[in-house]
């Protein structure tokens, strides 16, 4: 069963937290990026980034950015060429 993974080669890992719990944990601005990744992130991934951009004193609009930063990484290590543009489109969240 290949879940919310799609089609894509991740590797499927077993959880040792409660998955809401952390995701519920995250700040508002992460959890909303997370909301719209385009890979299905996990919250201590994320919250590693967010950590260390922050610990620098970045502001939000730069730590979101490296996420953005991190996240294209990751599509261009998984994606063939020519499925790459159709994983790297955000959905449109309505707030």
């Known amino acids: 069963m290949s879940g919310n993974l799609g089609k894509i080669a991740l590797r499927k890992r077993r959880r040792t937290v409660c998955p809401?719990?952390?995701y519920d944990a995250l700040?508002?601005?992460?959890r909303?990026?997370?909301?719209?990744?385009?890979?299905?992130?996990?919250?201590?991934?994320?919250?590693?980034?967010w950590?260390?951009?922050r610990a620098t004193g970045?502001?939000?609009e730069?730590?979101?950015a490296r996420l953005d930063?991190?996240?294209e990484r990751a599509l261009a290590r998984i994606a063939r060429p020519d499925d790459a543009a159709n994983l790297a489109t955000r959905p449109?969240?309505?707030?």
């Open 51 to 53: 950590q260390r951009s």
């Open 27 to 30: 700040p508002a601005p992460l």
């Open 69 to 71: 930063r991190a996240e």
């Open 32 to 49: 909303k990026w997370l909301a719209t990744a385009a890979l299905p992130w996990s919250p201590a991934s994320c919250r590693a980034i």
């Open 62 to 64: 730069t730590t979101l």
């Open 20 to 22: 809401m719990a952390s």
């Open 58 to 60: 970045e502001p939000l």
């Open 92 to 95: 449109t969240v309505i707030s």
